[in-house]
């Protein structure tokens, strides 16, 4: 499929629902950029995110055409374009709406920051278990 530490355009309802789903199994911060070809504002923010990606291997990125996936953005109730949606196992906890470089920034090093540290937690209280199983 898509390469890690990049923005993946999901094209077919089938690649959205396997994206959502891969980010919900790992527990990951998954940034969904609605987005559509004739936005200008869209399109001036589109490397700002590539460039997140890159920085964060953390977190998912996906994009969706709303013209192309109509019943995803109405689905989760997008109305303008771009709308950034922060989505941890299958819940909106943030939102952007607009071409807002630094909150969007922001917002994705705070979520991701929260994400690590809940996943190390996780990962500890397994090892602690683990440990004091075997003792």
């Known amino acids: 499929m898509a390469e890690e530490n990049q923005v993946i355009g999901c ?42 990606a890159k920085k964060t291997p953390e977190v998912t990125f996906l994009k969706v055409d709303v013209d192309e996936l109509r019943t995803v953005s109405e689905e989760w109730g997008v109305e303008a374009m771009p709308t950034f949606l922060f989505l941890k ?3 909106i906890v943030d ?33 602690t278990a683990t440990a004091t199983a075997s003792a």
């Open 11 to 52: 094209h077919t309802t089938q690649a959205w629902e396997e994206q959502l789903h891969k980010g919900n199994e790992n527990k990951k911060l998954v940034v969904v950029d609605f987005t559509a070809s004739w936005c200008g504002p869209c399109r001036l923010i589109a490397p700002i995110l590539a460039e997140l």
């Open 89 to 91: 196992e299958g819940k």
């Open 95 to 127: 939102k952007v709406v607009g071409a807002k470089k630094d909150e969007l920034q922001i917002k994705v090093a705070k979520h991701a920051a929260a994400a690590s540290a809940t996943s190390a937690s996780a990962t500890a209280a397994t090892a």
